[in-house]
């Protein structure tokens, strides 16, 4: 048992480890010396305008009373094919997925900005790609600091503008203000930032990913509990980096302690007059794999099947206490992921995870954790951005739709700003782009200006219409070759002909492949 202390020494040795250690976290930055601007404009000007009949009371939406709930949910590293409705070859159940993807519409080509946590979480938040940030690649650790400035406008600002109380229980991952003495950070005092100064009423958070330390919950900046004991280093699939552990904090049973939380704000939505927001930004399937008692050895999958299990059990307690107390048919629900799953595809002649758990990755005929997508987590290869997407609107409007238009995560500000008709501010969220018109109607003709997806090392990629064009000659994250950012070749390749990006045809068509890097550039900027 230790005291609330931690030395600053021992969290920067802690950083500069997992730095020289992990694949996700780099200290330097690939840029292009560019004099073009970014060509972003305001969101009034970049949004998808919705026509007068369009922007009429949606069937389900009573306007006389309150706007309607919002829960934003998060899952951590689930990828596109780990849930039947997007992968029907699985044999992992999804029951809770399979009902979402029934009542609501599934986005079939969207993409979070990065391939990674953090960057991927910053630009949910800010409608801003991260890379115009600090951080140029990788992710933070706990014990990073705040990466999204005090001021800036976020979505929990937009939600609270629009009368709504703001929650987010879950995995930050995003910088948290340590009070520091000397050499120390002090648990035991409150946290100088934290989600209540961008604009969260109410947080429970842990500060970052399941495997960081330290392992300790904060509530509204103040540490549960700061009586510390030592974690141990674990290797996979209980992965987890050594260092101090409140002694509340139990990695196994944080999932379902951060699901009680969040079901304890639904069952407070009747007894306030206002609307309530909640992020809730899950801790799984990322490592730490740990599923609880109920599901550990359920599913035949080894240890990470078991793992999918529980966050779709973990989606449908939500679903299933919004419905019980009378507000289901009065939320707007949107589950996706941060990036794709970190397991690979293992050699047919090689044991996969089910013969042995410490194994991380499937063969192919066992599992497609990433569905027919080239790649894993971390790469900027379609594995690695393309994520589920669900939007279950009220009264189960447009149920059962499925939408092939590209959309991404970083529109998700500008998409509830529209839906919702509140106002955000020319100058802020400049890469998020409204994608309200096909909660509208699904069968809408979506023209997304071109979108932005950045991997793990800050490889470069930009989608328009079929095309993809990657600047750099690699994954630029887990798989080989890894390559480089912005060397040549670049990648071109069309996704409609060529879903698993296998040929590279930026020599037949050399003017897609100018008009696209041109446009990257621009978008790019000097950030």
């Known amino acids: 048992m230790t005291t609330a202390l931690v030395t600053t020494t021992t969290a920067i040795s802690l950083a500069q480890t997992i730095v020289s250690q992990s694949p996700e976290i780099s200290t330097s930055a690939n840029q292009v010396p560019t004099t073009l601007n970014s ?23 009573d306007t006389a009373n309150r706007s309607p709930h919002v829960v934003l949910i998060l899952a951590d590293d689930l990828g596109y094919g780990d849930i039947q ?4 070859s699985s044999s992992i159940p999804t029951p809770n997925f399979n009902r979402l993807a029934r009542q609501g519409l599934s986005f079939t080509d969207a993409h979070t900005p990065s391939s990674v946590c953090t960057p991927t979480r910053y630009g949910l938040l800010t409608g801003r790609y991260c890379w115009r940030t600090s951080l140029k690649s990788g992710v933070l650790n706990g014990y990073g600091e705040p990466l999204i400035d005090a001021d800036r406008f976020t979505l929990a600002r937009l939600m609270k503008s629009a009368g709504y109380r703001t929650n987010v229980i879950g995995k930050w991952h995003l910088g948290l203000g340590f009070k520091r003495v000397d050499s120390e950070i002090d ?30 919950y904060f509530e509204d900046g103040l540490a549960t509990n700061h009586e510390l004991e030592d974690q141990s280093a674990v290797p996979f699939p209980a992965f987890t980096r ?8 139990e990695p196994r049973n944080c999932l379902d302690h951060l699901t009680d939380k969040t079901l304890e704000i639904i069952r407070d939505m009747k007894n306030h007059d206002a609307p309530t927001f909640i ?44 419905e019980q107390q009378k507000q289901l048919d009065n939320t707007i629900l949107i589950v996706t992921s941060d990036n794709g799953s970190f397991m690979k595809r293992i050699p047919t002649d090689s044991t996969d995870h089910i013969m042995d758990s410490s194994v991380q990755g499937y063969h192919l005929e066992n599992h497609k954790a990433n569905g027919s997508w080239r790649g894993t987590k971390a790469d900027i290869w379609e594995a690695g951005h393309r994520v589920p997407f669900f939007v279950r609107l009220p009264n189960k409007r447009h149920a059962g739709s499925r939408i092939t238009q590209v959309i991404g995560l970083i529109d998700i500000m500008a998409t509830l700003a529209d839906f919702l008709e509140v106002q955000i501010p020319e100058t802020t969220a400049q890469d ?3 994608f309200a018109n096909l909660l509208r109607s699904p069968n809408h003709i979506h023209q ?21 064009l990657i600047a750099g000659n690699g994954s630029g994250g887990r798989e080989q070759p890894k390559g480089n950012a912005f060397e040549e070749p670049w990648i071109l390749v069309n996704l409609e002909t060529d879903p698993t990006e296998s040929k590279n045809v930026a020599e037949a068509h050399p003017e897609i492949f100018v008009q696209l890097k041109s446009q990257l550039l621009e978008i790019k900027g000097n950030d």
């Open 242 to 249: 050594q260092g101090p552990r409140a002694i509340d904090f």
């Open 432 to 434: 998020s782009y409204s």
């Open 187 to 216: 648990l035991s005092q409150p946290l100088e930032f934290h989600p209540g100064h961008v604009g969260f009423d109410h947080s429970l958070v842990i500060p970052a990913s399941l495997d960081f330390p330290p392992y300790v």
């Open 39 to 61: 060509g972003a404009g305001s969101i009034e000007s970049r949004s998808s305008k919705a026509s007068s009949d369009d922007k009429q009371a949606a069937p389900g939406l």
């Open 448 to 468: 997304r200006p071109p979108l932005i997806c950045h991997s793990s090392a800050g490889m470069f990629a930009i989608r328009s219409g079929p095309w993809k």
């Open 279 to 322: 992020y809730f930004p899950l801790t799984a399937p990322h490592k730490p794999v740990l599923p609880n008692a109920l599901f550990s050895g359920s599913s035949e999958f080894g240890p990470y099947g078991d793992f999918i299990r529980q966050v779709d059990h973990t989606i449908g307690r939500v679903i299933e206490t919004l």
């Open 85 to 88: 409705p997007l992968n029907s």
